[in-house]
């Protein structure tokens, strides 16, 4: 399988090349950084997949330009709104090649949202605290994002009674999707961490997740690298493919 690395100067761009060197059958074909012409690069190498980390300002006109190429995307690159994920989904379908969209490669990390969907079943209250190093470049992180999506998809009424209160400073409580407040803590010395917390009737239950390094998501990139050639459509979440 050929592949393309956008994004190969940054953290995750260079762990994903080097993963890749223990793999005979992916083979690195070209790869580009801010300031290349994608385009050009694209058609000069002529990759079967594109692997994405690079930032949310240009992440989605990279998926434009890999589908126009014919090149499957795989992204890990996060700050795709709602509305981005509709639209890779039309185009996906125009032009016949999959996308897979991944806001976290980490196996653990899948896990722990996957047993946070599941306890929603039965817990009325939760927020969600996410830690990230002090250069992401978007807040909330994608995978605080999608297991709100995934609470609320097993629990509608989640949160539904919620206390009145007033913020003497306003945002101390945090952003909400579908009513779950969402903490976000940029500092240096993370990497990605998260923990959802549930609350009920004298009860806590915390769920957390912490990465220590990013080779953690290494798996996980190989895994969604080999299967992009068999997707259909967008596939939004490693856990699809597992």
Not at 32 to 59: A, Q
Not at 142 to 163: R, V
Not at 186 to 204: C, D, K, M, W, Y
Not at 218 to 238: C, F
Request: with cysteine; charged share 20%.
């Amino acid at each position: 399988m050929k592949l393309f690395i956008s994004g190969y100067t940054g953290k995750m761009g260079q762990e994903t090349e080097k993963a890749i060197e223990h793999e005979p059958d992916i083979t690195l074909v070209g790869k580009s950084r801010r300031g290349d012409k994608l385009e050009v690069l694209l058609k000069e190498t002529n990759p079967d997949v594109m692997v994405d980390f690079t930032h949310p300002s240009v992440v989605f006109q990279h998926i434009v330009i890999a589908l126009q190429a014919g090149v499957v995307p795989v992204v890990g690159t996060t700050g795709l709104t709602d509305d981005h994920l509709q639209e890779i989904q039309a185009l996906s379908s125009q032009y016949n090649r999959g996308v897979i969209v991944c806001p976290n490669f980490a196996i653990g990390a899948i896990l722990m949202m996957r047993f946070a969907s599941e306890a929603a079943k039965y817990m009325p209250r939760v927020e969600i605290l996410e830690f990230h190093h002090d250069k992401k470049a978007d807040a909330p992180s994608g995978t605080a994002i999608k297991t709100a999506d995934m609470i609320y998809t097993t629990n509608g009424s989640i949160n539904a009674h919620q206390p009145t209160e007033i913020e003497s400073i306003s945002g101390a409580r945090g952003g909400a999707r579908h009513r779950i407040p969402i903490h976000s803590v940029r500092l240096p010395g993370f990497v990605a961490s998260q923990e959802v917390i549930f609350g009920g009737v004298g009860q806590t239950l915390s769920i957390r997740h912490d990465t220590l390094s990013r080779d953690s998501f290494m798996p996980g990139v190989i895994l969604a690298i080999r299967k992009a050639k068999q997707t259909t459509g967008l596939l939004y979440g490693l856990e699809k493919l597992l």
